[in-house]
């Protein structure tokens, strides 16, 4: 089994600053691709912003310059700082990790899910 736990989440004021946590732990081989999605109320789930293994990094459009991502591949951990945080941050926040394993036979990847925490910025 693979689990991914996040934390970090919580209600912030406008303009203040949080940090999110994933650890990825089970049996795995290794960690491709990790990532920050979110989905508000009534919308859909959208990426924030992505990591390789190799440390390359993408962002959506409306957290570029605020948000930062980064990995401890040692720790099997990802991390979401999120800066000057605005009301229109507010959702669940999921991370998202594509893993490999190994069944003794074959190697597989598929991609799998924390179960969320929630960001409420208040304005």
């Known amino acids: 089994q693979v689990q991914l736990v996040e934390s970090g989440g919580g209600l912030v004021q406008a303009g203040g600053s949080l940090r999110l946590s994933c650890v990825v732990s089970?049996?795995?081989?290794?960690?491709?691709?990790m990532g920050w999605y979110r989905q508000a109320p009534g919308k859909q789930r959208d990426l924030v912003a992505s990591i390789t293994s190799a440390g390359s990094t993408n962002y959506a459009d409306s957290v570029k310059g605020r948000f930062t991502i980064s990995r401890d591949n040692a720790k099997n951990t990802v991390y979401l700082q999120m800066n000057s945080l605005k009301p229109e941050d507010t959702a669940v926040y999921y991370c998202?990790?594509?893993?490999?394993?190994?069944?003794?036979?074959?190697?597989?990847?598929?991609?799998?899910w924390g179960q969320g925490t929630q960001v409420t910025v208040s304005s």
């Open positions: 998202n990790a594509d893993c490999t394993r190994y069944t003794g036979a074959v190697y597989y990847s598929r991609e799998y």
């Open positions: 089970g049996s795995i081989f290794s960690i491709n691709a």
